[in-house]
């Protein structure tokens, strides 16, 4: 029997029926395609948007010219919150890769609502600081761990956000080419192709069309020394 791997936090999941009825009131349902970019890094974005269905990632580019995945964004959770509040540009590109629904915001008008409302106001202030903590984390484990452990990283994030129990392990129900997941970590493609050959071989992962199965997803947490820390902050 499948099922989803864990019950995720998320933003619109905390707040009560009506107030989500008083949220997508305030906001225009918007339907976008596959390679639209919402905002890019350096913009002073004036809307904030919450993902129905899709997904849409969040990157950066380094100083090498080269582009660093951070977070994949899905059902629920916000994108372009981080431009609430000041007046700041946004340090983020946003990239639809996936078909999705939207419900866009006026920036000001989320922030009118914020102040107005405290259920509303406290969900955001919950769920944005899992996100910091989660974005932290990861950073901490690009920086601590070397490749081999930011890769192992990485597949446990995907793992906790998009995995699915099946009898033979975790499936992670996102398609992933080695290029992509070389940038979420900021390597090369070469390295992730090494290293995911060799868990191939010792039966720790298999990759049909471009999906990838976890059979062993403790062997990638005791090379990490995984504590008991939140699943919540160990995302993607």
């Known amino acids: 029997m499948e099922k989803q791997k864990l019950k995720m936090k998320r933003f619109f999941n905390e707040i009560s029926e009506a107030n989500k009825e008083l949220l997508l009131k305030n906001g225009l349902e918007i339907n976008v395609k596959s390679g639209t970019f919402l905002f890019y890094e350096g913009d002073f974005p004036e809307h904030v948007y919450l993902v129905r269905s899709g997904k849409v990632r969040l990157s950066k580019m380094t100083s090498e010219g080269k582009e660093f995945s951070i977070h994949l964004k899905q059902k629920d959770e916000l994108v372009g919150e981080v431009g609430l509040f000041n007046e700041m540009s946004i340090s983020v590109t946003a990239e639809v890769i996936e078909d999705a629904s939207l ?40 920086i601590l761990c070397g490749k081999t452990g930011a890769i192992y990283s990485t597949l446990i994030r995907f793992s906790n956000s998009y995995g699915i129990e099946k009898p033979d392990g975790v499936f992670i129900n996102v398609q992933l080419t080695n290029q992509d997941i070389a940038n979420y970590i900021g390597t090369t ?31 990638l947490k005791d090379y990490l020394h995984c504590g008991d820390c939140p699943v919540e902050i160990c995302t993607i």
């Open 189 to 219: 493609r070469e390295s992730v192709n090494r290293l995911l050959n060799d868990l191939k071989k010792a039966e720790v992962l298999s990759i049909t069309n471009g999906y990838i199965t976890i059979h062993r997803l403790e062997f």
């Open 103 to 142: 419900i866009r915001f006026d920036r000001h008008t989320l922030e009118a609502l914020f102040r107005e409302n405290g259920e509303i106001a406290v969900a955001f202030m919950k769920w944005f600081a899992r996100h910091t903590q989660s974005t932290q984390a990861k950073f901490r484990d690009l």
